[in-house]
Structure formats: C-alpha cells, structure tokens
C-alpha cells in the first residue's frame, strides 16, 4: 500500500489533533496539576492591600526586623531584640504554594523573644510566610518566601 501525500497531511493532522486532545484531557483529570487560587476572597484582600503596604513601611523603621532560622526543633521566628516581646500580638500565617491543606494560621504569644514552630508542621519545601504583628498599637508586616 502506498500513500500519497494529501494521505500523509491528513494523517499529520489527526496525530497532532490526538496528542493535543492527549494533552488537554490528562492536564484536566490529572490530580498533580491541580492549582488552588492564592486566595479564596482574592478581591477582598486587593482592597486591604495599601494597609499592608503601610505596615511593611513601618517595619523598615525598626532598627532590626525579624529574622528567621531553621533549627533542629523547627522554624524559629526571632522578633526585635531591642523591643519588649511581651507586649507583642499578632498572627503568624505560613502558606504552600503547592497545598492548600498545608496551610495554617497561628496567633503569637511570647514567652521569649522568638516563636517557634515545631518541625512536623512543616514540610521540605517552598513556603510564604506572613507575620502580621502589632506593638505598642503600631502594626508591622514581614513577608517572605522561605525554603523550608
């Protein structure tokens, strides 16, 4: 049997048309390429957006800021040294990009200078983390990607 080429093109086309289709289905049912929405109420959030850029501009007048290590027992958050860490509230939110149900929420409550998370709430891996804190009715913002 021997093809021409109108038979060849046709050919061509059906096999690109079956691997795109290919393409299109497994992406659509496939469970490793599900991606969430950074936030559920994304709009919200845009409205509030010029609060935190008013927090982030009052973090850069500190004279320290808060750092970060990773230690044997987890993330260890250290807040200003120079400040009084009793009289600081707030929240601390740590996301995953790449799992919605990893994310969580913590309230800050110090008994030391540092908070610390503990290591199996944590997974290896990329995370944004988000420190929303207030201190003597002044708020602060720390926003970072970490690699955990």
Do not use: C
Not at 28 to 56: F, T
């Amino acid at each position: 049997m021997k093809i021409n080429w109108g038979t060849g093109i046709v050919l061509a086309f059906i096999g690109f048309i079956g691997f795109i289709m290919y393409f299109i289905v497994s992406m659509n049912v496939d469970d490793r390429y599900d991606h969430d929405l950074v936030s559920e109420d994304y709009y919200g959030e845009e409205l509030k957006y010029q609060e935190d850029i008013d927090k982030l501009k009052n973090a850069k007048t500190l004279t320290t800021n808060i750092s970060y290590n990773k230690s044997l027992e987890g993330l260890r958050i250290n807040f200003p040294s120079d400040i009084d860490f009793k009289k600081i509230t707030g929240k601390v939110f740590l996301y995953r990009p790449s799992n919605k149900q990893l994310d969580f929420e913590t309230s800050i409550s110090l008994s030391n200078p540092y908070l610390l998370i503990p290591d199996n709430r944590l997974v290896d891996g990329r995370w944004n983390i988000k420190i929303d804190w207030q201190y003597r009715g002044k708020s602060y913002l720390f926003k970072e990607s970490i690699t955990y």
